[in-house]
């Protein structure tokens, strides 16, 4: 297949509405001058994402009639459910209040809501890590190594230290509605407009820090086996994740290099994470192994919620202080969520894949309102994007096809030996379309809720804990390996005769990238560092901060304007930024 046969039949657009003919916000605001009030304005953003959205919304269907669907939805699945589980592990044996049941139906109804009603399909949303570990600190004083490692002692204070406590889950149902209420408020006001202030090095300090939590937390899992199971269970589950690792990375490296067909090298880019997740499994009950009984992960009954409580939880019936006390946190949960929701799904439509579907966050960020809500109604963790999991579903998706001969002498002329799946100067393909659908996200969602049933919570059962250690160290390495600060600190280790001359980077002074790398890293290590410590209450607020920092701080700074241009840039094409307005 040539790159103009799948340009033209891949991802064809609907015959009536061009990417160029969708509304825009500066359409509106030219609108917006007309009006009388500046009432006119309220909600313009949701009204021009729902407008520019719609004619695609058949064909985002049935343009799902294409292979690249069944492995995006194999990867997606493992690669989300699997580390919402083990993120939850906390929650579920400290807390009491969840169980796998309900991290499994918030995966659910995420992707059910964003694939069928959503304006961004391809972004993933589940349980993160980070929301997770915030609401075990709101119930209990542990020493969670997570992402807001002390944020548990100021809440515990606040809530379980008090003579009349609040019921947990009221607790946090209120929270949940505060936090749907300021997502509906954003939405409206269209304050994802200051989206257009996100660019790179937003992006790609965030992405280093979850990417270090990824490694983190599979450390976490492995650890904390050698206090609670046998020394023979630790050290099989050490060795089980090293093997997952491993295996994962072999795989990824064999579909790189120019061994075997092209066909089988994508189909092990394809299913080699879901190939190593279940051999290495299966090695936990081979021979000896099976012996030292390693610790595999905890179910729930079937469609049962912890502790046989009622579905539907009852916070209205909370006491009234609590309510307003509820406030501050759910305003620290929409910060989250407004810059990891949204910073998810800009990553998931980035510059770096073809799409041609418009965007938009407004209705989206909107929808998130009311998947909080429904999760406060219903005693579940709120979901929200996912990172590395957006990216990496929208990246299984691509379609990949060989270049023709005009195409490929630009590219020899350029110099350029890299595409978005990593270093491939073997043969001629580059991603040339992205299948753009709903069916993957859907599909993914509706396999948590068959999990749910109880031969498959079996099976998931049968899982250790060392393959998931395992499975966050390689998802974790490999988002590192495409983050923009490590490549800077790798270029400066390559070999200079072996790197191209058309490389971006040596046109910048090395003293202005060590510069812009530094301030980078001390982002980095000032978020890190913050949730190990009591002032971890305000870790949203610090990854916020990127956003200012990189607005009114850098500019200043002895960079020119071609440096900056190199060194940083919007994070999603123009095509894709119209929706807020444009970009920086």
């Known amino acids: 297949m040539t790159l103009d046969d799948v340009k033209r039949n891949a991802v064809a657009e609907p ?23 500046w009432i006119a304005k309220l909600a313009s953003g ?8 719609t004619p695609y919304y058949v064909r985002d269907w049935t343009d799902a009639w294409n292979y690249r669907v069944v492995p995006a939805t194999s990867l997606i699945f493992f690669a989300n459910v699997l580390p919402g589980i083990a993120f939850s592990l906390d929650l579920i044996e400290t807390t009491e209040q969840y169980g796998v049941a309900e ?6 109804m995420a992707a059910f809501v964003f694939s069928v009603f959503g304006a961004q399909p391809l972004t993933i949303a589940g349980v993160t890590g980070q929301h997770l570990v915030l609401q075990i600190l709101q119930y209990y004083n542990l020493e969670v190594k997570g992402p807001i490692t002390v944020f548990n002692k100021t809440i515990f204070r606040i809530t379980q230290s008090q003579p009349d406590a609040p019921n947990y889950l009221q607790f946090v149902g209120w929270v949940y509605l505060w936090a749907a209420i300021i997502h509906w408020v954003t939405s409206i006001l269209n304050w994802c407009n200051f989206l257009k ?56 490296s064999l579909s790189q290099k120019t061994l075997f067909h092209r066909h089988v090298r994508r189909f092990l880019a394809d299913y080699g994470m879901p190939i190593s997740l279940i051999a290495t499994s299966g090695m936990a009950y081979w021979g000896k192994f099976d012996a030292t009984n390693p610790e595999t992960l905890p179910i729930s009954g079937a469609f049962q919620p912890a502790n046989g409580r009622a579905w539907l939880v009852p916070f209205w019936q909370l006491e009234g202080k609590w309510v307003g006390i509820a406030l501050p946190f759910g305003i620290i949960l929409w910060i989250l969520f407004f810059f990891d929701h949204n910073v998810s799904s800009l990553m ?19 929808l998130l309102g009311i998947t909080t809500l429904i999760a406060g109604l219903l005693g579940i963790p709120a979901p929200n994007g996912l990172i590395p999991q957006a990216p990496i579903h ?29 270093n491939i100067p073997e043969y001629r393909e580059q991603p040339i379309a992205v299948v753009e659908q709903r069916v993957s996200n859907l599909a993914q969602g509706s396999l948590c809720l068959v999990l749910l049933s109880g031969p ?16 966050f160290w390689f998802m974790g390495a490999d988002a590192l390996q495409g983050n923009g600060i490590t490549q800077k600190i790798l270029y400066f280790f390559r070999d200079k005769k072996l790197t191209s001359k058309e490389e971006p980077l040596r046109r ?24 190990q410590t009591i002032a971890a209450i305000g870790f949203p607020i610090i990854i916020m901060g990127l956003i200012p920092l990189r607005i009114l701080l850098i500019p200043r700074l002895p960079f020119t304007t071609d440096e900056l241009a190199i060194l940083d840039g919007p994070t999603a094409s123009p095509f894709t930024m119209e929706s807020v307005g444009g970009s920086l």
């Open 15 to 37: 015959d009536s509405v061009q990417p160029s003919m969708a509304p825009t916000l500066r359409e509106s605001k030219s609108i917006d001058k007309c009006s009388p009030s």
């Open 46 to 53: 949701i009204v021009l994402d729902i407008r520019a959205r």
């Open 103 to 108: 991290v499994l139906l918030s995966s659910f």
């Open 197 to 252: 202030y996100v660019t790179l090095f937003s992006c790609d300090t965030f992405g280093f820090y979850v990417s270090w939590v990824y490694l983190q937390y599979g450390v976490q899992v492995v650890t904390r086996q050698l206090d609670s199971s046998s020394l023979p269970g630790a050290l099989v589950s050490i060795i089980l994740a090293i093997l997952m690792l491993a295996v994962s990375f072999l795989f990824q």
């Open 348 to 366: 998931a439509q980035g510059s770096e894949f073809p799409l041609r579907k418009p965007p938009g966050f407004h209705y989206d960020f909107f």
């Open 394 to 422: 929208t990246t299984s998706l691509l379609v990949m096809g060989r270049v023709s001969k005009k195409d490929d002498e630009e590219i020899q002329s350029s110099g350029s030996d890299e595409n978005v799946l990593g």
């Open 456 to 471: 498959f919570l079996h099976v998931l059962n049968l899982i250790p804990r060392g393959v998931l250690a395992g499975l």
């Open 508 to 531: 910048v002074r090395k003293s202005r990238i060590m510069l812009f790398l530094a301030i980078q890293v001390i982002a980095f290590g000032a978020t890190f560092a913050i949730t």
